[in-house]
């Protein structure tokens, strides 16, 4: 049967459910120790603007890496351009209609129906379940415990400097600290000397050389913070991307027949300092041209800082010699406008924030597999010129099911 001409997330589930399904019939069969171990990175609204995707100015070499051994899906779209209401949708494999969350105001468990997880479906066969950062939405729509103990066997970890993310840690060209929405830090000078993305891949590797000796699988879902905004990210990613390479969206103007019901006013950018100093009209702006290049510009730096710690998850499961026995999916809960229709936000239903990056490595099925001392996932640095963009080997040429 040839595929829909779109793939929702909702799909996520039903592809790494089918996938261990065949694996736990075969782990009846075997030992417990057959059944794969499972890795699903959520990066938080990021668009395809990978080098996977056809973007030729963004550097991202190591998930490029890892959809060239991976099935990639082109036309992934997320339920709704929120968090919490994308989140819970994939992880539950429901509607936001069923799970009747649109917002970040309620806890389906108590609110719609009492509705299994996939990270719970794990569990209860017999996985350990692990969770990293930001997976299900913080806050009541998951319980305000990230569905505990529902979904997870021990307690998911947060990093400690999240906590700084929206304080005044960005150093403006007056020597003084602010809360900015384009935020290059030197890592010298944030709070613990760390970023929380930083801190979820070493808790992330952490777990991984724990479970390497577990008698039992694992399914360690790890939640990347960036590139949300504040685009907070080490500073000298932003010289990966000269702001004179910098193009404006191609359709940067509101359309004039837009209706307004359509239209978000980007209110969450325009609390930041740096926004605010702007005076910019609401609700339609626009914003300064050169601004725009900015905004844009350290987005894609957060994208590659995203990348390098993908990079470094990855290239431990090669080190712990797990890459032949874990399936690794990567997604995101929905994408960003970075300018088109006048747009600075999620919240829209335009394309560019519904679709989402999707791909599944499969060990055996997507590549075949590593001999001893074989790397797949060799750590790929965004700043040397050699890292190019790779090829996806699957492009709907598999099924899976
Ligand atoms: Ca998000």
Known sequence: MLPPPAWPLLWLGLVLGSCCADLEAAAQVNSSTDARNVLLIIVDDLRPSLGCYGDKLVKSPNIDQLASHSLLFQNAFAQQAV??????????????DTTRLYDFNSYWRVHSGNFSTLPQYFKENGYVTLSVGKVFHPGISSNHSDDSPYSWSFPPYHPSSEKYENTKTCRGQDGELHANLICPVDMADVPEGTLPDKQSTEEAIRLLEKMKTSASPFFLAVGYHKPHIPFRYPKE???????????????????????????????DIRQREDVQALNISVPYGPIPVDFQRKIRQSYFASVSYLDTQVGRLLSALDDLQLANSTIIALTSDHG???????????????????????????PGRTTSFLEAGEMLFPYLDPFDSASELMEPAFMFSMNLL
């Not at 989140?87 to 509607?95: A, D, I, M, P």
């Not at 404006?248 to 837009?258: H, I, K, N």
């Open 237 to 267: 990613f932003q010289k990966l991307y000269p702001l004179e390479n910098i193009t404006l969206a191609p359709d940067p103007e509101v359309p004039d027949s837009l209706p307004a019901v359509a239209y978000n006013p980007w209110m």
């Open 83 to 96: 968090c919490a209401p994308s989140r819970v949708s994939f992880l539950t494999g429901r509607r936001p």
């Open 336 to 362: 960003w406008a970075l300018g088109e229709h006048g747009e600075w936000a999620k919240y829209s239903n335009f394309d560019v924030t519904t679709r989402v990056p999707l791909m599944f490595y499969v």
